[in-house]
């Protein structure tokens, strides 16, 4: 379960940074996307998925000590 | 007045300069360079139809770009909505579970996959609109 959750995340990631290197490549043919006429602003995106992933980040920690706390048990 | 260019005539023995045609040496020379000057007109309305080629071509590349772009979007959305439902499942699956995490990633979650969403509507709608290329800012 708790790789599971890590490996979204990195997938989640890698799309990210994809639609970045797209964007930063079209810029210099298409100055209406490198002006943000597409999609406007994208921090509050970005701050909303970069706050999900802290707290996968943290649900996945939890679900480790809980695994571990069992095995000792 | 009459008489005037009567005799002007009559004392070179030929009609005055535009009365009459020019000889075929003169008419032959002139339509030489005449000849060069369609050349060149026709030459740049080549060059404006390679331009004009150049410009649909590029006017196509970007919105192959838009339309990946969008796609990608949606490739993300994807990505986060199946991050969502793993997280709304993790209290069912693992029993012990601390209900503050798994309720706040829960609550994350969902709200990235619809700001994520919205974006990606707005990119699919701007990758169908008309494109306009502007000058690049080096030309005139």
């Given at each position: 379960m708790a790789l599971s959750l890590i490996s979204r995340l990195e997938d989640v990631d890698a799309f990210m940074d994809r639609v970045r290197m797209q964007i930063e490549r079209c810029t210099p043919d298409d100055p209406e996307l490198g002006a943000g006429l597409a999609g406007g602003d994208l921090t509050g995106t970005q701050s909303a998925i970069d706050k999900a992933a802290v707290a996968v980040e943290e649900l996945d920690y939890h679900l480790r000590?809980?695994?571990?706390a069992k095995a000792r048990a | 007045m009459a008489t005037d260019t009567?005799?002007?005539?009559?004392?070179?023995?030929?009609?005055?300069?535009?009365?009459?045609?020019?000889?075929?040496?003169?008419r032959k020379a002139y339509r030489k360079t005449l000849r060069q000057v369609i050349a060149n007109k026709v030459a740049n309305k080549a060059l404006d139809k390679e331009d004009k080629k150049e410009q649909f071509q590029k006017i196509k590349?970007?919105?192959?770009r838009r339309r990946?772009?969008?796609?990608?979007?949606?490739?993300l959305v994807e990505v986060?909505?199946?991050?969502?439902s793993e997280v709304n499942r993790v209290p069912d699956r693992?029993?012990?579970?601390?209900?503050?995490?798994?309720?706040?990633?829960?609550?994350l979650c969902n709200d990235a996959v619809k700001a994520a969403a919205e974006k990606a509507d707005q990119y699919a709608a701007f990758s169908r609109k008309d494109v306009r290329i502007y000058k690049p800012a080096g030309k005139g």
């Amino acid at each position: 379960m708790a790789l599971s959750l890590i490996s979204r995340l990195e997938d989640v990631d890698a799309f990210m940074d994809r639609v970045r290197m797209q964007i930063e490549r079209c810029t210099p043919d298409d100055p209406e996307l490198g002006a943000g006429l597409a999609g406007g602003d994208l921090t509050g995106t970005q701050s909303a998925i970069d706050k999900a992933a802290v707290a996968v980040e943290e649900l996945d920690y939890h679900l480790r000590d809980l695994a571990r706390a069992k095995a000792r048990a | 007045m009459a008489t005037d260019t009567v005799e002007k005539v009559s004392k070179t023995g030929k009609a005055v300069k535009g009365a009459n045609f020019k000889n075929k040496r003169e008419r032959k020379a002139y339509r030489k360079t005449l000849r060069q000057v369609i050349a060149n007109k026709v030459a740049n309305k080549a060059l404006d139809k390679e331009d004009k080629k150049e410009q649909f071509q590029k006017i196509k590349l970007v919105k192959l770009r838009r339309r990946k772009i969008a796609r990608d979007w949606q490739r993300l959305v994807e990505v986060l909505q199946a991050l969502a439902s793993e997280v709304n499942r993790v209290p069912d699956r693992i029993r012990g579970s601390d209900p503050r995490y798994t309720g706040l990633a829960t609550a994350l979650c969902n709200d990235a996959v619809k700001a994520a969403a919205e974006k990606a509507d707005q990119y699919a709608a701007f990758s169908r609109k008309d494109v306009r290329i502007y000058k690049p800012a080096g030309k005139g």
